[in-house]
């Protein structure tokens, strides 16, 4: 876009030139405030498969609804593969890989960890294995935690490239498109802990800017602002640990301006995400907020110059009549045990929305709990596919098969429900019924 702000005057009228200049610095000034040099914005809602949509050779990002995690995938225009994150324990198995190889995507070009925590390296170990990565970027955190180590070993054991960027370097470039890495490696962000260490991306592609944060907060934000050479308005932000108090501060979301925020977040998670102040401050500057936990996986589709946000889900949760029901299902289930009128109620809403997945998993739970299995069986199994990190899906579905007698099947759901392991959990109680169904199997 080029704006010409100008008045006519007589070549010889130093008044007027003076003027002339004066007025276009106020109007510029005024324009980019409101960050109009950057990619106009449509939105979409897909009905059909998402997936299907990503079939040109228009930039894409997807940002992965992996529950209360992190994940986001680039396809460049020349067809170059990015992973930003891999989400939690499970998420690299039972979302992301699914998903590419729908899209018969085999490689990974370059995969970068914002910052070792598990709910942004859980599913790299299986991706590092089952795909042939050419590079992973991190952090370059020092960390005891045993996984990341299992990680970073993988990387030696397959020779796969490895490489710790600095701030305000170029990682990778292609015509009109490179990705920076803004903020890296900060000895005085290490000290703080490991959300403020988080890298920090910025893609940049014609007119169209987004910004990667990891789980950033106020420290690095402000490290950032303060020391970064580049212009770091974007018109997509994933924004800053899932939305938390901690982080988006005023002065960072004023920096940014973006049209579009992307929350990645897990429904009602233990941590309550986002905070309803930080979604205030996003809107006070106009922008829009997306959320998988309301959207489920959400698509950037861009040419650079214009750019879509597409998504399946409106709402998934949203809507004021689910939320009661849910909540009033909460204490049917589980405080007075009335599973029969749990079933009733949600019965009664299920075909304003049968692809909940909250609503499926708990009908097969109520279900499970009145002894009606093979209807539980079926709601379950869909809870699972709508939602594949369903942790309690597959808990329920497990006792299920246990009761029918198909120890082998109750293993399965088992052993996937380990791989989704999360903190606080007992997980010992499940290696135990693991053990016992293989030995009963065994007999």
């Known amino acids: 876009m080029v704006i010409f702000v100008g008045a006519q005057c007589s070549f010889f009228s130093k008044k007027f030139l003076i003027i002339k ?3 276009f610095i106020f109007c510029f000034m005024i324009f980019s405030s409101f960050n109009l ?3 106009d914005l449509k939105e979409e809602i897909n009905d059909n498969n998402l997936f299907d949509l990503i079939n040109d050779t228009s930039l894409y990002i997807l940002f992965f609804d992996v529950d209360q995690a992190d994940a986001a995938f680039i396809i460049t225009p020349e067809k170059k593969y990015f992973l930003i994150d ?6 690299g198995e039972f979302v992301i890989a699914p998903i590419l190889k ?8 370059k995969f970068f960890i914002s910052h070792p925590h598990g709910d942004h390296h ?3 170990y299986y991706l590092l294995s089952n795909f042939n990565v050419k590079e992973l970027i991190d952090a370059g955190i020092i960390t005891t935690a045993e996984k990341y180590k299992e990680i970073l070993d993988l990387c030696i054991s397959k020779k796969i490239g490895y490489s710790v960027p600095l701030s305000n370097s170029v990682v990778y470039e292609e015509p009109d498109l490179e990705i920076i890495c803004l903020q890296n490696n900060e000895k005085y962000l290490h000290d703080l802990g490991l959300n403020e260490s988080s890298m920090i991306l910025m893609l940049k592609y014609k007119n169209f800017k987004a910004i990667f944060t990891g789980d950033v907060e106020t420290e690095g934000e402000h490290y950032l602002l303060n020391h970064t050479i580049h212009n770091i308005e974007a018109d997509i932000i994933k924004v800053p640990h899932h939305g938390s108090i901690t982080s988006s501060t005023d002065d960072f979301i004023n920096a940014v301006k973006p049209k579009v925020g992307v929350i990645s977040i897990g429904y009602r998670n233990y941590f309550n995400h986002p905070s309803a102040k930080t979604i205030k401050r996003y809107k006070e500057i106009g922008t829009k907020i997306y959320r ?7 698509l950037i589709k861009t040419d650079g110059d214009s750019f879509s946000v597409i998504y399946q889900l409106k709402d998934r949760y949203k809507t004021k009549e ?7 299902i909460s204490k049917l289930i589980w405080q007075e045990k009335k599973y029969g009128e749990a079933i009733k109620v949600l019965n009664s809403i299920y075909d304003s929305a049968p692809e909940n997945p909250e609503i499926n998993s708990r009908l097969g739970y109520a279900l499970y709990c009145d002894s009606q299995f093979t209807e539980a069986e079926k709601y379950l199994l869909k809870a699972i596919e709508l939602n594949p990190q369903d942790f309690y899906a597959r808990i329920n579905i497990s006792k299920i098969y246990e009761l029918n007698n198909l ?5 399965k759901y088992l052993e996937e429900a380990v791989k989704l392991e999360r903190h606080g959990r007992k997980m010992e109680d499940l290696y135990k019924k693991i053990e016992e169904l293989k030995e009963r199997l065994s007999k």
């Open 21 to 23: 200049k004066i007025l």
């Open 37 to 39: 040099f950057a990619a």
């Open 86 to 91: 891999a989400g939690n324990w499970g998420a």
């Open 102 to 109: 729908k899209l018969n995507i085999n490689t990974i070009d």
């Open 122 to 124: 859980g599913g790299a």
């Open 292 to 298: 998988t936990d309301y959207n489920g996986h959400i």
């Open 322 to 328: 689910i939320k009661n029901v849910l909540e009033e």
């Open 407 to 411: 120890p082998e099947k109750a293993i």
